[in-house]
Each structure stands twice: as C-alpha cells, then as structure tokens.
C-alpha cells in the first residue's frame, strides 16, 4: 500500500507550527490540528501508514500544502536509466519511477523518497558524503 507515512504527517505539522503558529501558545490552528488528529490516531493505533482515502479532508488538503514545500524530484541529473540501467545510480529511482514520475500523485512520491532516503545507496546520498569526507582528509581540503 502506498499510503501516507505517519513520517510525512509529522513533517506536515511542523511545517505548519512554523507557518502558522498557536496565536495563544496552546490552541492548534486547524491545519495542525487536522494533522495532529491523524497523527495522535496512528500513533495509538501503531500504524506506520494510512491511506489517502482516510485522511480527513482537513488533514490531507493540509498535507498536501506541506507536500508542495518539499522537492519535486530526487534527480541529480546523472540519470543512469538512459543508459539501461533498471535503477538510477544518481537518484535511486527504478526505469518505471523515472519515466512515470510526473504522472505520479503525491503519496506515490512519496513513498520513492522514503524508500530511496532509507536504501541511501544512490549517488544522492554517498557520492557527494564520500568526496566531502575525502576533502576534509585532505590537508587544505
């Protein structure tokens, strides 16, 4: 199930407690409170996931505000597709995410980036870490 990771819903209301702040430092204003209901209820019930038919509408009209703040694309345009690879060396995408992506819905894409962010193999998220820390090793560096 590509559902929406409780993750993202925490993510979602700290976006908006910095957006849009307890005006009386107690009182949720609606998208948070939307977002922390959801979250409370997965938290009790030990889900991971809901589904996106389930959020209330509240909840997922403020999600998918927060969704519009973060990257569209885990692309670092070194696409090892093109060249027939059937996972993306730069990004960590599969054939069929890279070509499909901007059909894709939000939760769909969200659920790459989870996967990519925990696999953390691609170029993403090694390369650029390992060259830095060669730098530092290097006197001057």
């Known amino acids: 199930m590509n559902g929406i990771h409780i ?5 979602a209301i700290n976006f908006w407690r910095t957006k ?9 204003p609606p998208p948070t409170r939307a977002l922390a209901e959801v979250y409370a209820v997965m938290a009790f ?11 209330p509408e509240a909840a997922l009209l403020a999600w ?9 694309t885990p692309c670092i345009a070194i696409c090892s597709t093109s060249q027939g690879d ?3 060396k730069g990004c960590g995408r599969t054939f069929a995410e890279v070509q499909y992506w901007t ?3 939000p ?16 170029w993403r998220f090694n390369k ?5 820390a060669e730098n530092r090793a290097v006197p001057g560096g």
């Open 7 to 11: 993750t993202d819903i925490e993510a």
């Open 20 to 28: 849009a702040p307890s005006a009386d430092g107690a009182a949720l």
């Open 45 to 55: 019930e030990r889900r991971h996931d809901i589904d996106e038919a389930a959020m």
């Open 64 to 72: 998918l505000i927060w969704y519009q703040s973060t990257p569209d």
């Open 86 to 88: 059937e996972v993306c």
């Open 103 to 105: 059909e894709m819905q």
């Open 107 to 122: 939760v769909q894409k969200r659920a790459t980036w989870r996967r990519i962010t925990r696999e953390g193999t691609s």
């Open 128 to 132: 650029y870490a390992e060259r830095a």
